[in-house]
């Protein structure tokens, strides 16, 4: 296991809710990203957060946006949710300051959309 | 932006055959990641390799990061070796993991 972990497992949700999905990152880590995945591709990026800040962002609206608390751990918020938002969400997190950027992911949220 | 692209996108093998998984991308990298996904979605870190040759196990792995390609070794495969196998890389100068397609392995006993 990695140590990042996310909360909740799975979710179901009707289009146009909001949802919130929280990650905790690995011991020691100060980065953290978010991906997409949807069924049958491969993860894509939403933003990245390093010391509370946004600092990297993906091809995806404002609606999806994310918060970075002082203990590194993060939220990811969905507004106003599509169907075409149902997918695995996986969160992973990285040291910034060793130089090697290696990235850990969490078992990921399953998001249903009806 | 940086293009990754995954060969092959399927593979069976018997149990204890070997295979080679290629990750071909477009720019430099400074971050290319092996993972694999298993069926519940975890992503599994198998290696970090942006260059050269590095071995875990029944796996190894090769960066030619010159002529932007890496090879994923699997030998004597088992059937807990089944799932998806992604690659990622980090272009230089930012900071997203841009993955393939991935190759979807089945070993069948």
């Known amino acids: 296991e990695t140590g990042v972990t996310q909360s909740p497992t799975h979710l179901i949700k009707t289009r146009g809710q909001q949802v919130t999905l929280r990650c905790s990152s690995q011991s020691g880590h100060n980065t953290v990203s978010w991906y997409q995945q949807a069924l049958g591709q491969g993860p894509q990026f939403i933003f990245q957060?390093?010391?509370?800040?946004?600092?990297g962002r993906g091809n995806f609206p404002p609606r999806f946006s994310g918060l970075q608390f002082p203990n590194y751990s993060s939220e990811l918020n969905v507004n106003a949710l599509e169907l075409d938002d149902s997918a695995l969400y996986l969160c992973?997190?990285?040291?910034?300051?060793?130089?090697?950027?290696?990235?850990?992911f969490g078992p990921g949220t399953r998001l249903t959309v009806t | 932006g940086i293009q990754v692209e995954q060969s092959p996108p399927d593979l069976i093998l018997q149990e204890g055959a070997n295979s080679t998984l290629r990750c071909n991308f477009s720019?430099?990298?400074?971050?290319l990641q092996w993972f694999h996904q298993n069926p519940w979605g975890q992503l599994i870190n198998l290696f970090y390799?942006?260059?050269g040759t590095k071995q875990n196990g029944r796996l190894s792995a090769t960066t030619v990061a010159t002529e932007r390609y890496s090879l994923l070794y699997i030998s004597s495969s088992q059937t807990t070796d089944s799932g998806v196998y992604f690659c990622a890389v980090r272009a230089t100068g930012f900071q997203k993991l841009v993955f393939g397609t991935g190759t979807r392995l089945l070993v069948s006993p």
């Open positions: 720019d430099s990298v400074n971050n």
């Open positions: 992973a997190s990285t040291d910034y300051g060793r130089g090697t950027y290696e990235q850990y």
């Open positions: 390799i942006p260059s």
């Open positions: 957060y390093y010391r509370e800040e946004e600092n």
